[in-house]
């Protein structure tokens, strides 16, 4: 039975204070965030870094076969039409040609100040049977003189070509050595384009003479 009080009524339950409650920012959060926060900080530093880091890329030390046989090989100049690779030198042998000589031409603009260019012109066909290779003095000389002689349509095609290219480059086309080169390329394949049909075959125009004024 439950006691009565002097009342003759039961005792009332007893009460138990609760402990305020605490916001977010407590002790114990602010310790948890900091760590998080440490952490963190460790991952952006030191851990990412390690995992993105590209491998060193090693130095070149060496070519390939081909690419140094490109990088060894001289540079060709280009032919003025079609980008044809320029044609070498032929070896230094006596063969067939027609000669040109003096002949003046104007040029096409006038801004570096000169105003005309005077050439001749030495042009070499193949030797097809060696038959000059082999000749020599006065043998060579008749040669040569019956082969100007046999090619005279030839050689008004020429003249007509070289007039026709020649006055259309500017003083800046020409005044320099590629610029000279470039002009030798195209003068060898129109002269031959004017040879189609025939068996001579021009390889090469040296030029002789050539004064810009």
Do not use: C
Request: aromatic residues 6%; without cysteine.
């Amino acid at each position: 039975m439950i006691p009565a009080n002097t009342r003759g009524l039961a005792s009332p339950p007893a009460v138990v204070d609760e402990p305020p409650r605490q916001g977010l920012v407590n002790t114990r959060n602010i310790i948890i965030l900091v760590g998080i926060v440490a952490w963190l900080a460790v991952l952006l530093l030191f851990v990412v870094p390690q995992l993105t880091r590209k491998p060193a890329q090693q130095p070149a030390t060496a070519v390939t076969a081909q690419t140094a046989a490109e990088a060894a090989r001289p540079a060709t100049a280009a032919g003025a039409q079609g980008g044809a690779a320029a044609v070498p030198a032929p070896k230094a042998v006596p063969g067939p040609q027609l000669t040109i000589s003096n002949r003046v031409f104007n040029l096409a603009g006038n801004s570096s100040g000169y105003k005309y260019v005077k050439l001749s012109l030495v042009v070499q066909f193949a030797d097809e049977k060696g038959e000059y290779a082999k000749a020599k003095g006065d043998a060579l000389k008749k040669l040569q003189d019956a082969f100007q002689t046999e090619h005279p349509a030839a050689l008004s095609a020429f003249n007509d070509i070289l007039t026709t290219t020649v006055s259309s480059k500017t003083a800046a086309d020409l005044a320099t050595t590629q610029g000279k080169e470039n002009l030798r390329q195209e003068l060898i394949s129109k002269f031959n384009q004017a040879l189609a049909g025939s068996s001579d075959r021009v390889t090469y125009v040296i030029f002789a003479d050539f004064v810009m004024q």
